[in-house]
């Protein structure tokens, strides 16, 4: 068997749709949300490697586990989260939480609902949310509009790399009930372009992720941690933009992800955005009326 390590794909913190730990976070922040990317892309390219039979991946994940809980220290990963974790006295609950969603990405092929769906981003991307509030000391009043933006940013994902997964993994995230409102078949997904039901499904499903969208727009106000706050607030202008694309492009033939240009254009929207919230809330804050 392979060691967790030689399951990574070679994809990095930087490689990724939205940011990692950027330079908006605090230094002192960055060390456990590196640490802990670091975990959970490992995990994830097990749960997604091609050749890999799923007894094997499953077991690679436990091996996983074994190290975060200080059962073994063959993996670096998980020694390192591990350490970053007793350093700042967090639970490993928010990882253990995303290796269950590994877990069933290797077991679970095919979603029955919309609420099946989100079932499975609490565990595939809420924690992540989650553990940086963690970090950061962010009251858990913070996490229901943090689960909403985890989960349209999961779901942002699952559509944007639908007909990959599908072809490469037989994954399907887009569940049943979808296609058959649509009336599309879920072989259509290894086409090259989007059928005109396929792409009514998946622009269904983008209104939807709006919907979460709407939910997660106070997400950055609420928070204490201005950097934290500005960073929730580029992503959040990120992930509204992602789904106005997922709302004309078809995503079998079509780039739909932020070119360079993009991000940088988007990501100065979302700081100037957050940066006014910021100062609206300190504001209010400033002239509330004193107690008698």
Partial sequence: M????????GKGHRDENFPVASRVIHPRHRGPILAFYEFVRTADDIADHPSLPPQEKLALLDRLEASLLGSGDDDAVGVALRSQLDERQLSPRHAQDLLTAFRLDV???????????IDYCRYSAMPVGRFVLDVHGESRATWGANDALCAALQIINHLQDCGKDYRALDRVYIPRDAFAASGAA??????ERASPALLDTIRALARRTGELLRESRPFSAGIEDTRLALEVAVIQTFAERLVRLLATRDPLSERVHLGKAGVAGFGLVGLLWGAS???????????KPQDA
């Fill in 277 to 287: 919230r910021r100062v609206g809330r300190i504001f209010a804050a400033s002239h």
């Fill in 107 to 117: 077991t679970k092929l095919r979603y029955r609902d919309w609420d099946d769906l």
């Fill in 2 to 9: 392979i060691t967790p390590a030689e399951a990574r794909s």
């Fill in 186 to 191: 879920v072989e259509s997904l290894g086409a």
